[in-house]
T-cell receptor, first 112, second 114 residues
Framework: NAGVTQTPKFQVLKTGQSMTLQCAQDMNHNSMYWYRQDPGMGLRLIYYSASEGTTDKGEVPNGYNVSRLNKREFSLRLESAAPSQTSVYFC???????????FGDGTRLSIL | AQSVTQPDIHITVSEGASLELRCNYSYGATPYLFWYVQSPGQGLQLLLKYFSGDTLVQGIKGFEAEFKRSQSSFNLRKPSVHWSDAAEYFCAVASTDSWGKLQFGAGTQVVVTP
């Protein structure tokens, strides 16, 4: 099983450019999440989607937008990239809000 | 405010020795507790979870963790470490009060020496 698939795996952007990170899961999970990981800070929740058709802000939503395209797919968009958004981004999914989350392998994003 | 603390940023352990990673949490509601492991360049993998019941839980790869409500702790242990256990370990907490908002600790980097 593929589990949670993220694309792309690596990306370099210039300040001000826009980009969409894609995430798809094949486990029929209801909930999906986007995190960013920065050294010494663990993972911080950007946005989450409790179920298809709903999205909510997490701890660090500024500068990001999300779309829950269908039950399988949850995308993260940077409208105008800033160097502070250089990070590793992880998508995750779970059956419910308190079920264990399954993670993708991450997208390493550098903004110059 | 809800928080998760992993006091040790970095731990070095000899292969074959025991390992204990500390996790303390501050949550008002009943916590749901998790330990995840992250190998370099990979996503996070669930090691074990505690929801209720027996306070000593077993996980994958020979790991176990003990929930101590009085100490607000959920420490991870392994009796004998293998070189492949070198990774970063994250404690995480969720609750019904914060549905979907899994709070992670900052992580503990484990180095295994021969």
């Amino acid at each position: 099983n593929a589990g949670v698939t993220q694309t792309p795996k690596f990306q370099v952007l210039k300040t001000g450019q826009s980009m969409t990170l894609q995430c798809a899961q094949d486990m029929n999970h209801n909930s999906m999440y986007w995190y960013r990981q920065d050294p010494g800070m663990g993972l911080r929740l950007i946005y989450y989607s409790a179920s298809e058709g709903t999205t909510d802000k997490g701890e660090v939503p500024n500068g990001y937008n999300v779309s829950r395209l269908n039950k399988r797919e949850f995308s993260l968009r940077l409208e105008s990239a800033a160097p502070s958004q250089t990070s590793v981004y992880f998508c995750a999914s779970s059956e419910t809000g308190i079920s264990p989350q399954h993670f993708g392998d991450g997208t390493r994003l550098s903004i110059l | 405010a809800q928080s998760v603390t992993q006091p040790d940023i970095h731990i070095t352990v000899s292969e074959g020795a025991s390992l204990e990673l500390r996790c303390n949490y501050s949550y008002g509601a009943t916590p749901y507790l998790f330990w995840y492991v992250q190998s370099p360049g990979q996503g996070l993998q669930l090691l074990l979870k505690y929801f209720s019941g027996d306070t000593l839980v077993q996980g994958i790869k020979g790991f176990e963790a003990e929930f101590k409500r009085s100490q607000s702790s959920f420490n991870l242990r392994k009796p004998s470490v293998h070189w492949s256990d070198a990774a970063e370990y994250f404690c995480a907490v969720a609750s019904t009060d914060s549905w979907g908002k899994l709070q992670f600790g900052a992580g503990t980097q484990v180095v295994v020496t021969p």
